[in-house]
């Protein structure tokens, strides 16, 4: 798999870096597995307690990169606040896969946009372009909506699989038949790549460590 960002993307400041994960076994829970989730959740409680989402400089980072674009904070609220408002309301997660376990734990304790996608079900050339005029997406709930000529995708070259950090295609979603996965980590001009590489390098080792596969980073800018 090919992974490319547009210069113009880069530069409004984001960050990336994608992973490939290939042979995973994403239901098979153990004992070792339970315990770990149970006591990652405890601990990130802890660590939100006092926590004023509004002032935190990571979240800030992507929605300035929003605002460079003229996207509105409240109208587009990027999947890792999103995970993380809901954690703070003590909303569960019901999900009996591990990787999604995996991926909130991560994403909680980073908070940088994550996105996990069904690597058999899109194209092998990915790139992170600007929209342009007339373009279309398919919406998290299925229907076909256009985009606003600007606003960053991730395209393949069959069809575009996200828009900004908020929609992604439904039909990249991971399922129980998940063998084969991309990673894409967002960061911005608030986190450093020394940063995004702690990140990524946790969450393969916890994929590694409870769902097996083989990792690859395939772009890192």
Avoid: W
Wanted: hydrophobic fraction near 35%; aromatic fraction near 10%.
């Amino acid at each position: 798999m090919n992974f490319k960002a547009s210069r113009d993307t880069l530069d409004l400041g984001l960050k990336i870096i994608a992973i490939t994960i290939d042979n995973i076994d994403i239901f098979k829970n153990n004992k070792k597995f339970i315990e770990f989730k149970k006591n990652a959740y405890e601990a990130l409680k802890k660590k939100y307690q006092n926590f004023d989402i509004e002032t935190d400089l990571i979240l800030k980072g992507i929605h300035n990169i929003h605002k460079k674009i003229g996207i509105k904070r409240h109208k587009n609220t990027p999947i890792n606040e999103q995970i993380l408002k809901k954690f703070l309301k003590n909303e569960k997660f019901n999900t009996e896969n591990k990787l999604m376990h995996l991926y909130y734990i991560v994403t909680l304790d980073s908070r940088l946009p994550i996105f996990i996608y069904d690597k058999d079900k899109i194209g092998n050339n990915i790139i992170l372009k600007l929209a342009e005029n007339g373009e279309k997406y398919i919406s998290k709930t299925g229907e076909e909506k256009k985009l606003i000529k600007g606003e960053y995708i991730y395209k393949s070259e069959n069809e575009i699989i996200q828009k900004l950090e908020t929609e992604q295609n439904p039909k990249t979603l991971i399922t129980k038949n998940t063998k084969n996965i991309l990673i894409i980590i967002e960061g911005s001009e608030a986190t450093s790549f020394e940063y995004l590489m702690e990140v990524a390098s946790e969450i393969i080792d916890l994929i590694n460590t409870y769902c097996l596969g083989t990792a690859k980073i395939i772009y890192n800018k």
